[in-house]
């Protein structure tokens, strides 16, 4: 499961959460996993990124 695989079901799971009405510290600890996913996510885009700028630079 790729990173913005990861981010959608940990929204998922986390609205349902709040639907069930679990408790903050729940959907707490949900939340901040989503926020590592995001991380994560933003790093390898910002890598990828980069890697494709630095290889058309070299090009010219």
Same mark, same amino acid.
């Given at each position: 499961?790729?990173?913005?695989?990861? &981010?959608?079901?940990?929204?998922?799971?986390?609205?349902? =959460? /709040?639907?069930?009405n679990?408790?903050?510290?729940?959907?707490?600890? &949900?939340?901040?996993?989503?926020?590592?996913?995001?991380? =994560? /996510?933003?790093?390898?885009?910002?890598?990828?990124?980069?890697?494709?700028?630095?290889?058309?630079?070299?090009?010219?």
């Amino acid at each position: 499961m790729n990173e913005k695989e990861k &981010i959608e079901a940990a929204r998922k799971i986390l609205n349902n =959460a /709040y639907s069930l009405n679990l408790s903050k510290d729940v959907l707490l600890r &949900i939340s901040r996993l989503i926020d590592k996913y995001v991380v =994560a /996510y933003h790093k390898k885009e910002n890598r990828v990124k980069k890697e494709k700028k630095r290889s058309n630079d070299s090009g010219r």
